[in-house]
């Protein structure tokens, strides 16, 4: 699905504009999860021994790697997209 499909033909800047919000918006939640997960795993009493803390830390790491490239991905279509209306 297209973006422009979903919101309507509007200007490119605003196609942009629209585009760096939800790249900005996945970006944000990737650094949460990292952030997230390296608190976890340090801060949290209940989970006992070590390996179970790395694991946690990874799986937020591994989430902040997910929403990075869905990020990563979206700004990708913007440049591709951009250039193939020219």
Known sequence: MWLEDHFGNGSILQ????VKLAASFWNNIGAGMVIGGMAAAFFL???EG??????IAIAGLVLGWLCYSIASNILT?????TEERR
């Open 15 to 18: 196609r942009n504009e629209r």
């Open 45 to 47: 009493d209940k989970p």
């Open 50 to 55: 070590t390996w179970t803390k790395i694991g």
């Open 77 to 81: 279509y913007m440049h591709t997209a």
